[in-house]
């Protein structure tokens, strides 16, 4: 539904969009196939996949990681509930550090909760910078996207 809504979005605001799932649901989106989500992006479209990877135990995180990962994406822009990776909880410890910047080797030793171990695992194998950033304000993508150091990445 999320890939949808954000399909539509993108649509009125005149946006080629493709949603591709893991899961068949062709009345509503295409397929998830590798070379035609290229396809899609060579012609300057923008590809939303919905549905994970259609089998149990994986994240949404994991599968954003592998289609990213697939497509050999440059970043994974994930936003998220806070605003950035901390060093703990920002609403349980007050003394919470934010990152501006965090290795991978630093999310797992600490246990940080960015994304599940198998994602972060997954992007760092893959080298591809995870960007995260804050959900609350809708132009925090735009802000990302144009280059404007938000968030933290995690490279």
Do not use: W
Request: glycine share 6%; net charge negative.
């Amino acid at each position: 539904m999320n890939s949808l809504a954000l399909a539509e979005a993108l649509e009125k605001a005149g946006v080629d969009v493709r949603v591709q799932t893991a899961i068949e649901m062709r009345s509503i989106a295409e397929p998830y196939i590798r070379g035609r989500a290229i396809h899609h992006l060579e012609r300057g479209r923008v590809v939303i996949f919905g549905c994970g990877t259609g089998n149990p135990f994986f994240s949404t995180d994991t599968a954003a990681v592998l289609r990213a990962a697939e497509i050999e994406a440059d970043a994974i822009l994930l936003a998220k509930n806070v605003d950035g990776v901390y060093s703990a909880d920002p609403k349980k410890d007050p003394n919470a550090k934010k990152y501006d910047a965090i290795s991978y080797d630093e999310v797992l030793a600490q246990h940080l909760a960015v994304m599940d171990f198998t994602a972060t695992s997954l992007s760092m194998d893959n080298k591809i910078p995870v960007i995260l950033f804050a959900l609350a304000d809708p132009q925090n993508i735009v802000r990302v996207v144009e280059g404007e150091k938000i968030g933290t990445i995690v490279q």
